[in-house]
């Protein structure tokens, strides 16, 4: 019995802890690594830019530097969960670091952090999980609240459209604030 418990222990003891911000889109839960996010911000206001996916919102100005913000519903695509009509006070943006160019991604509500086990993070499944595509998941938790669907920001845009984004961050403040909404 002592031998059994001395391998579980091991097997616990080498296994990784990961550290997730969870966030809610709609009802559905999602995750990501915590050392992905580089800073959580209330909403704020927004300028738009002319001519702009319709995912990205536009921009702000982050202590000087010109951020490209995105709706994160609208980059998902998410089916099934509906779109309120302007942004509430609980939405946060999500400033993360992706390939050296800073980007804020809105998201409803923004809940903790998450300590999960490595071996509790299931593969991404072959089908869309609630409307998202599976080439933007990482992998998925299963909690006693449901299903945490953990997000890799690094696949969220492709390559064409990080370039584009990286034209918008090199604004000026003054720039950005003459692009009118």
């Keep these: ?38 800073e959580i911000i209330m909403m704020s206001a927004i300028t738009e830019i002319p001519n702009s996916p319709e995912f990205v919102e536009g921009v702000i100005n982050l202590r000087g530097n010109i951020i490209p913000v995105l709706d994160l519903r ?35 509500s923004v809940a903790k952090v998450i300590n999960v086990s490595t071996s509790r993070i299931s593969p991404p ?11 933007y998941i990482s992998g998925v938790v299963h909690l006693d609240e449901g299903i945490l669907i953990i997000l890799d920001f690094r696949k969220i845009l492709s390559g064409e459209e990080k370039d584009a984004l990286t034209g918008v961050s090199r604004l000026t403040p003054a ?3 003459g692009v009118s909404r």
Excluded: H, Y
Excluded at 76 to 101: A, C, Q, S, T, W
């Design 175 to 177: 720039a950005a604030e």
């Design 1 to 38: 019995m002592k031998g059994r418990d001395q391998l579980k222990r091991g097997i616990q003891e080498t296994d990784e802890v990961v550290q997730l911000i969870s966030f809610a889109i709609g009802s559905e839960r999602f995750g990501v690594e915590i050392l992905v996010i580089q």
């Design 74 to 108: 609208k980059r998902l695509r998410l089916r099934g969960v509906p779109r309120v009509e302007g942004f509430k006070p609980g939405n946060r943006i999500l400033v993360v670091e992706i390939d050296e160019n800073v980007t804020g991604f809105i998201v409803d």
């Design 125 to 135: 499944p072959d089908i869309v999980m609630a409307g998202v595509q599976s080439q």
